[in-house]
C-alpha cells in the first residue's frame, strides 16, 4: 500500500526540512499520485499540550448576532474579517471583536459587497464563502475570496485590492454545484494561497481526475500561477494540484511545522481528517474506510491511496467545516491542538495529534490499523448542541478561539436558528 506516513518517512532518512521525492512518488496504478516534497520534519517538532482539552476553563460568549450565514473569518493588520455566504465581506477592529458584545451586522464596515464579484450567485451552498488576506497586510491592503459564480456555474477565488477597489481572478474553472463546492481557503506558511475545492457531485469523474480542479486541494502563487515545487502528476496533470480524491473539504490549518491538516465532509457519515502529502490521492469515492466496508473499498484495497487520520465510520458523523491550529498561550489546556467546527453534529471537536501513538484520556481515540499513522488522533466533543451548526473556527491574534454559527442555511435540525442567529462566538478564558 502506498501509505507515506511517519514510519515511512523515517525510512526514508529524512532529518531535515525537505523530504526524498521518491518517497511520495505513485506507483504506476489505474489511480493518479503525483511526486512532490514536503519541507516540514519527518519527526514534528512540537507537541500538544499535556492533560485533557476538558480541563480549560473558558466562557463563551457572542460577539456578533444577527448575521446573514456567516462562513469565513481571518485576523490581519489589526482586523477581523468575514464573509457572509449570501453576501461580501465585512470588517470589524480585531479589539472590537475581541472586548464587545451584541455587535450587529451594520457595527461592522462593508468592504466588499455580493455585487461586486462579477456574476456571483448562491445556489445550495454556494455563495460567498472562503476568505484570506495578502501575507504582508495591510500592505498591501488586498483579499482573497472564494465565490460561486452563475456564468457556466463554477466556484472562482478573485484578489480585491481595497485602496484601488479592483478585482481580478485568481483561479477559475473550480466545479461548482448545488453542493460539494468545498471553498475554503488559506495563505500558507511559505506565502502560496491553498484552495480546498469540493467535488461538485461528480464523485471520481472530478476527483479522481488530475486535469481537473475539482475534488483537490490546490496550491498557488497570489497571482495565481502553480506554487514552484508542486506535486507532479505526469502529463495531463493541473500543475496547481496538491492533493485529489477528496469529496467535499472545507477545513484547513496548519502544524507549526506548517504541515498542513484537511477536514473534509463523507458520504452519510465517513467523515475525515487527514494530514496531506504532496501527491497523494485520497481515495474518493473509490476508498472510504477500512476492512470490511459494504459501499466503498478499503483503502488499503489499492496502494495508491493515502489513509486519513481519522474516519468517524459509518455511523458517526461531525460533518466537519472549517478549523484551526491553536497555538496560543491564553488557553494553556488547547495549545497545540487541532479545533474543528461541526455541521450536523452541532460540536466543535478538539483533536489531540500524537506522533508517539499517546493521546488524553476521556474522548475518542483513532487508533485502527489502516489509518494515517502520522499522528494518533483522539477527539473531545465542546459545545455539543450548545450553540446549533458551526461553520468555522479560528484562532484570534487575543489567543480567543472565535467561531460562527450557521444556523440560518436552512439545514439545522434541532431547536435553531434563535432570534440572535447567526452568530460569532469568542470563546476565551474564564
Do not use: K
Amino acid at each position: 500500500m502506498h501509505r507515506p506516513t511517519r514510519r515511512t518517512l523515517l525510512a526514508c532518512g529524512v532529518a531535515g526540512l525537505t523530504t526524498t521525492a521518491g518517497c511520495f512518488a505513485g506507483e504506476a496504478d489505474e489511480f493518479p499520485t503525483g511526486e512532490g516534497e514536503a519541507t516540514w520534519p519527518a519527526t514534528p517538532t512540537w507537541g500538544p499540550a499535556e492533560g485533557s482539552p476538558l480541563d480549560a476553563e473558558v466562557t463563551a460568549t457572542t460577539a456578533v448576532e444577527n448575521l446573514s450565514i456567516p462562513w469565513d473569518l481571518t485576523f490581519a493588520g489589526g482586523e477581523a474579517l468575514f464573509t457572509e455566504r449570501t453576501g461580501g465581506v465585512r470588517l470589524f477592529e480585531a479589539e472590537t471583536l475581541a472586548t464587545e458584545t451584541g455587535l450587529q451586522p451594520d457595527d461592522a464596515r462593508a468592504v466588499l459587497s455580493a455585487s461586486d464579484l462579477p456574476d456571483r450567485t448562491g445556489p445550495g451552498e454556494g455563495g460567498t464563502l472562503g476568505l484570506a488576506t495578502h501575507p504582508e497586510y495591510p500592505d498591501p491592503r488586498a483579499l482573497f475570496v472564494y465565490y460561486t459564480a452563475a456564468d457556466d456555474l463554477r466556484n472562482r477565488v478573485v484578489r480585491y485590492d481595497i485602496d484601488a477597489d479592483e478585482v481580478s481572478v485568481v483561479v477559475d474553472g473550480i466545479p461548482a454545484n448545488d453542493w460539494h463546492n468545498g471553498g475554503r481557503i488559506e495563505v500558507g506558511p511559505n506565502g502560496h494561497l491553498w484552495i480546498l475545492a469540493g467535488d461538485a457531485q461528480e464523485g471520481a469523474d472530478i476527483a479522481q481526475d488530475p486535469d481537473s480542479l475539482g475534488g483537490a486541494v490546490l496550491r498557488v502563487t497570489l497571482d495565481g500561477d502553480p506554487a514552484p515545487n508542486n506535486p507532479d502528476f505526469g502529463a495531463g496533470g493541473d500543475p496547481r494540484t496538491y492533493t485529489l480524491g477528496h469529496r467535499n473539504p472545507q477545513g484547513l490549518a496548519f502544524t507549526p511545522d506548517g504541515e498542513p491538516l484537511v477536514a473534509e465532509h463523507g458520504p452519510l457519515n465517513r467523515d475525515e481528517v487527514s494530514a496531506l502529502r504532496p501527491g497523494a490521492n485520497y481515495g474518493w469515492n473509490v476508498a472510504r474506510g477500512g476492512p470490511g466496508g459494504v459501499q466503498y473499498n478499503a483503502y488499503g484495497e489499492d496502494e495508491a491511496f493515502t489513509p486519513p487520520l481519522l474516519n468517524t465510520g459509518a455511523d458517526t458523523t461531525w460533518a466537519p467545516s472549517g478549523s484551526t491550529f491553536y497555538t496560543g498561550d491564553a488557553i494553556s489546556a488547547w495549545h497545540n491542538r487541532l479545533f474543528v467546527a461541526g455541521l450536523r453534529s452541532q460540536t466543535l471537536f478538539c483533536m489531540t495529534l500524537d506522533a508517539d501513538g499517546a493521546g488524553p484520556d476521556g474522548g475518542r481515540r483513532f487508533d485502527a490499523d489502516w489509518l494515517d499513522d502520522r499522528y494518533t488522533a483522539t477527539a473531545h466533543r465542546l459545545y455539543d448542541g450548545e450553540f446549533g451548526r458551526l461553520r468555522h473556527v479560528e484562532e484570534g491574534p487575543d489567543g480567543a478561539l472565535y467561531l460562527l454559527t450557521s444556523n440560518r442555511d436552512g439545514r439545522t435540525l434541532t431547536d435553531f436558528p434563535v432570534d440572535s442567529d447567526d452568530r460569532i462566538l469568542r470563546i476565551e478564558p474564564t
